[in-house]
């Protein structure tokens, strides 16, 4: 006997016979037919199938009607192949739906033909429905990203984008999934802004603070746009932060908006001012005048009512021009005022002349 060989079968039988997987040896026939050749005990025990229902019968009598074809199918593959062949199968097993992933290893007889395939079969469900749950976990993170109206941004300390999602895209106008492992510093950041803003990147990755900020990024056709973060820290299975996820509020509209009404708050304080101070000053000259119409009725010096004459004429001139001020300051469009131009240098010379 050989006994390293023996010893080799024996140790083979005993997994054969305490593995938890299912083991078949499925006989190839010429004619591609197939049949059961042997079964280990886990097999008999998950099928809850009796020995001989199984082993020595071809695959018809075993298999139910729907799975028949596709396990078929695969047997075909694993022989053309003439390797390691695998696939997954969804089964009813003791009425619970389970998984199996299936390696099958094709065997060779002397001339090169394929007389067997060993096959094992593994229990997946568990770990089958951990992803099928993680998809879905990941499908409705997804979905909130997507119908989210914030721009949701996330960076690596190199500021290479990790997750952008729709409304960012929309946002910079740039097509869904084209920023993905992209330098967000080169494509949306000013080129006198990026060194300033990659040391507050790796700064606040390094002190594994982050918190809010607003800063100005570029779209896809260069136009500006004012952004509003909030940002958050990403950690990695060991607690290390390897980027910042943030949101961001497009507030451009709200501040030009904010801007144009600090603009006109301003105009108007002007407009309240100048009003006030046309009010006031036609007062005075109301005053004036009063004054130099009683000087001119009672004074008979002709040289003296002449003065009072220009006086008169000028302070009604400033009292005119501070009421069109005052309409105008107040809003009024007004029509406009045709001047003389002979009246004027008149005016101009009777102001100079004392001087």
Known sequence: MDEPNELIREHLQLIYDNTRDLVFLI???????????????????????????????????????????????????????????????????????????????????????????????????????????????????????????????????????????????DMLGYPEGSLLGRNWCELCIAPDKRTAFMARLRRAIDAGEVGRNINYVATSSGERRLINWANALIHNDDGD????????????????????????????????????????????????????????????DEALRAHLDTAAKLADDAARRLQVLRGTSAGASGDGEVLDLNELIDDVIAQTQPL
């Open 241 to 300: 932060v390897v980027g910042v996820l943030s949101s961001g509020e497009d507030i451009t509209d709200r501040r030009l908006a904010e801007q144009a009404m600090i603009a006109s708050q301003r105009v108007l304080a002007a407009n309240e001012v100048a009003a006030a101070v046309a009010h006031d000053f036609n007062n005075s000259l109301q005053g004036i005048l009063g004054n130099i119409e009683l000087a001119l009725v009672s004074d008979e």
């Open 27 to 169: 006989e190839v026939g010429r004619n591609r037919d197939y049949r059961v050749v042997s079964v280990n005990p886990a097999y008999l025990e998950r099928t809850q199938l009796h020995r001989d229902r199984v082993v020595g019968r071809p695959i018809e009598d075993v298999l139910r009607d729907d799975h028949l074809e596709y396990v078929r199918s695969r047997y075909d593959e694993a022989v053309a192949c003439r390797g390691l062949h695998r696939y997954e199968t969804r089964t009813t097993l003791r009425g619970e739906t389970i998984y199996l992933d299936t390696t099958l290893v094709p065997v060779f007889d002397a001339d090169g033909r394929c007389t067997h395939l060993i096959g094992v079969s593994r229990d997946i469900s568990d770990n089958k429905r951990e992803r099928q749950a993680l998809r879905h976990e990941k499908q409705r993170a997804e979905n909130y990203l997507d119908i989210a109206e914030a721009l949701i941004l996330a960076l690596d300390r190199d500021a290479t984008v990790t997750l952008l999602n729709r409304k960012g895209y």
